[in-house]
Each structure stands twice: as structure tokens, then as C-alpha cells.
DNA sequence: TTTTAACTAATAATCATTATTATCTAAAAA
DNA sequence: TTTTTAGATAATAATGATTATTAGTTAAAA
């Protein structure tokens, strides 16, 4: 995925393609690890700085609306946002709250596998390990 | 699972079986829907009239950090809590957000296969697919 | 039975997220 | 290119689920 596929599927969906739209997909996208809205909404200012977190929070609803990023809840804790939107292992720790992402083809298999028994079509999915990173195991 | 072991583990761990713990596990144990703390409230409040709702969060605090349920959050929803600890697929509905489980072998040597290739031990996991039900469908 | 650390209940406080709305702009049409 | 306007942004206020606080209560060990 990138800014020109982008611009693509929200014009196809009626949306108009804003330079906000853009710089927050990008972030996103660009970044390792999983920002918060107000994570986003601090690097974006850089480039835009009149940008307003609730513009912040609009885009990604609308960026999760259209199956393109992937919203992370956890207890006590601002959401968490990914562009990984292919079957994955998110391995989280309970302590700092690090997320690390794990791609492998026995996820994406396993995935696919799992429709089939259960007979359904997923618009996007989660799957979560949680265990103490080794900093956070002593 | 049941209401001698949790009662087990939480002197093992030193804490009270009171009552009101007791009560909570039970109701959420017992429950087929996947219920909110208000919910738990609501129903735990009929033998226990005067259960706060601070006191459900803190014990629906405690169980999680022994392991004993899952939480499940998701955006513009209070959370759902399920008791169902072992590797299972939940199918969630973005129309309605209603939580379906469905267990099956194949998940649960997913998982420890998942566990060997990457090499961690799981304290506790979380599988969603997300998908319209048949009444959202529409 | 007594003791006390731990727990509950009531209430207040927090803060991430959502709602509202005046202003602005992407992009289609002229 | 300019105009038009539906849709978007920014600023602010409002919401509400969750967490913090604390005085009174109780499970359970001695």
C-alpha cells in the first residue's frame, strides 16, 4: 500500500484525498511501532501544524471505515493504530505495552484455513499474544 | 473452571474470596453473551443490592491479572469480558457487536504451534475476525 | 474471639474520545 | 481558469467509561 493506492480507494468511496488524509496514512504506515492518535497527531503537526487532534481521530475512524488500518485497544491505554492489515502475530507486553509485529505464511494459511471451517469472510482481523517482554521479565 | 478453584487461586495468591468476587466470576462464567461491566452489574446487583459498580471494575481488574478472564475492548463500546482463557476464535459483528466464540482443536494447535515458531509462552491470547452477522448483513 | 490487612461502596476525578459548528478547500463543472 | 459546493478541517465543548480516593466493613489468620 501506498499514498497513490491511497488516494485511489477514497476517491472510489466518495472521499476527497486531503493532504491531512495523506501525511496520517503515511505515518502510520512509516512508522515501527504502533502510534496513538496523539503520537500521530505530534509528528503530523511538524508538517502541518495547525492540524487539530480531533481531524486526527476523524481520519482514522474513516481510515479503519475503509479496512485500512487496524485500531488496538489495551486496558489503560490510548489506542494503538497499525497499517498491517494481512493476517498477523501482535505480541504484546502486559508490562510496557510494546507491541511487535510477526508476519509468517503459516499466519496467513492458518487464516485462511480458519474461514473455511467457520464459513466466513473476515473484513480484518486480530490476533494477540500477550507475554512479558525481556526487558519488563525481571 | 469453576467456583472451588477460583477460590483457590485467589488465597494461592492472597487474596479474599469475598462474596462479590465470587458472584462476578460466576455471572460471567455462566453468561453466554460476552457482558459489560454494567451489564455484571445489573445482574449481580439482584442478590447483592448494594455491589458498587467501582467494586465489579476492581475485581474484573484482579481476574484479569490472574488470568482467570479476558477483556475485549472495542471502539465506541464499554468492554466485554469472557471467561473462555483458552485459545478460541471470537467472530465479532461491526454492525451490532455481538461476540460470537467458537472452539475448535485446530485453533488450539494453531496457537502452540504459533508459541514454538516465534518462541514465547502466551500468559493469555485474543483471535477476532470481524464480520457483518446475518441481521446486519442487511 | 480477636485482630487486622485487605476489601467494598460511595463518590469524585480523569482523560481519551466524540460531538458540534464555523470556516475552509478539493475537485467537479462551467 | 474560475466558480461552485459538498465535504473536510480546526477549535472547542461535551461525554462517559474507567480510575482514584477514602471511610467504613469483613474474611480469615492467630
Not at 496514512?25 to 496513538?36: A, G, Q, R, V, Y
Amino acid at each position: 500500500m501506498n499514498r497513490k493506492q491511497l488516494v485511489k480507494i477514497l476517491r472510489k468511496n466518495g472521499y476527497k484525498a486531503t493532504p491531512q488524509r495523506l501525511a496520517i496514512f503515511e505515518l502510520i504506515l512509516s512508522s515501527k511501532e504502533h502510534p496513538t492518535a496523539e503520537e500521530i497527531h505530534n509528528e503530523v503537526s511538524k508538517k502541518f501544524p495547525s492540524m487539530s487532534l480531533s481531524t486526527v481521530y476523524q481520519v482514522l475512524h474513516l481510515l479503519q471505515d475503509l479496512g485500512q488500518i487496524m485500531e488496538l485497544k489495551f486496558r489503560g491505554q490510548s489506542s494503538r493504530f497499525e497499517t498491517n492489515t494481512t493476517p498477523h502475530l501482535n505480541l504484546i507486553c502486559p508490562g510496557c505495552g510494546k507491541i511487535e509485529d510477526y508476519n509468517s505464511n503459516t499466519i496467513v494459511k492458518f487464516w485462511s484455513k480458519l474461514e473455511n471451517e467457520f464459513d466466513f469472510e473476515a473484513l480484518s482481523q486480530r490476533i494477540d499474544g500477550y507475554r512479558y517482554c525481556d526487558v519488563c521479565k525481571k
